[in-house]
């Protein structure tokens, strides 16, 4: 028994696909304009507001961990980021930018936060708040298991 709740599942589903999609994409322009790659890009982006452990970094970034160490190395390699030790726990690092990179990651930001800005742009007011909140309940929950 098909229910009415499945169509409106599904179609929800498809445009978090397209959103997926579009914040892709515009992830890949501005990593063009700064000369990054996406991944690069995104990596700067998710440590704007401070140093952030390996661990967190994979999770966040859907990496294994020798293609994320693969990404940090080249990052580093650019004076984009460097590796610290964490005071907590001496056999793990958290990576944090440079001065360089926190000015590239401060663009890069603002250019991807420019973008998508315009996807909500003409929306009713009250549409931003409820996007805003149905997006972050969505993101606080645990990742669904794989297949």
């Given at each position: 028994m098909v229910t009415t709740a499945e169509p409106a599942q599904r179609r929800i589903a498809q445009a978090l696909v397209r959103l997926?999609?579009?914040?892709?994409?515009?992830?890949?322009?501005?990593?063009?304009?700064?000369?990054?790659?996406?991944?690069?890009?995104?990596?700067?982006?998710?440590?704007?507001?401070?140093?952030?452990?390996?661990?967190?970094?994979?999770?966040?970034?859907?990496?294994?961990?020798?293609s994320l160490s693969g990404l940090v190395d080249r990052a580093e390699r650019r004076g984009l980021v460097a590796r610290a030790r964490d005071s907590r726990d001496r056999r793990a690092c958290r990576i944090e930018l440079t001065g360089e990179g926190a000015r590239v990651a401060a663009l890069a930001h603002d250019a991807v936060t420019a973008r998508l800005e315009t996807l909500t742009a003409g929306l009713p007011p009250g549409h931003h708040d409820l996007l805003a909140a149905t997006l972050d309940d969505l993101l606080s929950r645990p990742a669904p298991p794989e297949p």
């Open positions: 997926a999609h579009a914040v892709q994409q515009v992830f890949s322009e501005v990593s063009r304009e700064h000369e990054l790659t996406p991944q690069q890009a995104q990596l700067l982006c998710l440590l704007i507001d401070g140093p952030v452990g390996m661990t967190d970094l994979s999770r966040a970034l859907h990496l294994e961990r020798s």
